[in-house]
């Protein structure tokens, strides 16, 4: 398990993110996807959340989201809150994974955090998916669910 993300460096964050990448290359040969920047975001009352990269795997997929505190206030997202809507389901992030976050990840005013979040979903992800944020604070406010799309994995050209 990682230690508690407030005050870890980013540059923590992307090796962590670039080494689990890197383990997964010789699995069936995932999918990594780097997301135009600006491409996927969507943005619910002060927290702002951006896919940055996408592995699929076999098995399920990895996404590296930017998460960003817009506002002066502290905000508070709970690990449990944080879901992959996919074919009807939703699967909650893999906390076994090295990678998962925090239980809570603490974003100051201002601040962002890159997080590497793990779903198994037993099948390749053949159709779009939705990241869902069920559970982010902003002081004793709970902000309302932020949905954010993920693509599909690319068909191979034959």
Known sequence: MLPDVVGRRPTTTVLVTVLLLAGCAGRGQPAVVEHAEGELTETVGALTAELRHTLYRDQGVVLTVQLRNDSDQPLVVQREGILLAYQGLEFALDVEDPAAPSEQTELAAGASE????VFVTGTR???PGKLRL????????????????????????D
Not at 114 to 117: D, G, S, T, Y
Not at 134 to 157: C, T
Request: charged fraction near 25%; hydrophobic fraction near 55%.
């Open 134 to 157: 069920r559970a982010v604070r902003q002081g004793d406010k709970w902000l309302e669910a932020l949905s954010l799309e993920v693509p599909p994995m690319p068909v191979a050209a």
């Open 114 to 117: 890159e997080l590497a979040i």
């Open 125 to 127: 992800m053949l159709e």
